[in-house]
């Protein structure tokens, strides 16, 4: 009996350990909020403001776990936000601007040191404006992180953001984040066990 529940316990862990090491897949995500003072960013998710007011834009690096020199990655911007600028950490070297332009534009964005890539990373502070354009009653509209210059991905672009590793120069691939401006309700109603057993039947 105590072999048997050893066995059951060892594959719980090392599923357990699958489970974690999946979720740490590096990525670039786009979040409405932010409290620089403890590297913490929040809200992926928005509703539709009045519009002409000003909406800041946080990219940041997650679960990279390494040192980054730098990354390179694009944006596209959904009509309910108007792109006026952006910002980058201090003591960066930044070419070209985030907005995707199709699949043709990106930025890059080098670091004089290299940056802890083992918490959250802030790679780019962007301006917005809120449009007309933003009506939550015609559903969702995204904000997709991409590769730099994905149009022409294998021909100097690529599809995914690209971080390059300290001190090895290697260029690593992550994942780009969608955020979403009118989520849309989550559908909810009461039911009972049965119920819910009863649609599997």
Request: hydrophobic share 40%; with cysteine; glycine share 10%.
């Amino acid at each position: 009996m105590k072999k048997a529940l050893a066995g059951v316990l060892v594959a719980s862990l090392v599923g357990l350990m699958a489970v974690a090491a999946t979720a740490q897949v590096p990525n670039i995500q786009t979040y409405f909020n932010a409290n620089l003072a403890y590297n913490s960013f929040s809200d992926t998710q928005a509703d539709c403001q009045s519009p002409g007011t000003n909406q800041e834009l946080y990219v940041v690096m997650n679960n990279w776990n390494m040192f980054i020199q730098g990354v390179e990655f694009s944006v596209d911007y959904p009509g309910a936000l108007f792109h006026t600028g952006e910002s980058a950490p201090l003591n960066t070297l930044v070419i070209g601007s985030s907005p995707s332009l199709g699949g043709t534009g990106g930025i890059a964005i080098a670091w004089n040191l290299p940056q802890n890539g083992f918490s959250p990373l802030l790679a780019l502070t962007v301006h917005t404006i809120w449009t007309s354009a933003c009506d939550c009653n015609a559903g969702p509209q995204a904000i997709v992180v991409r590769g730099y210059n994905y149009a022409n991905a294998g021909n100097g672009g690529n599809t995914d953001p690209v971080a390059v590793q300290w001190p090895s120069y290697a260029e690593i691939s992550g994942v780009g984040m969608t955020s979403l401006i009118c989520p849309g309700p989550v559908a909810t109603e009461q039911s009972t066990w049965g119920g819910v057993k009863a649609l599997y039947r």
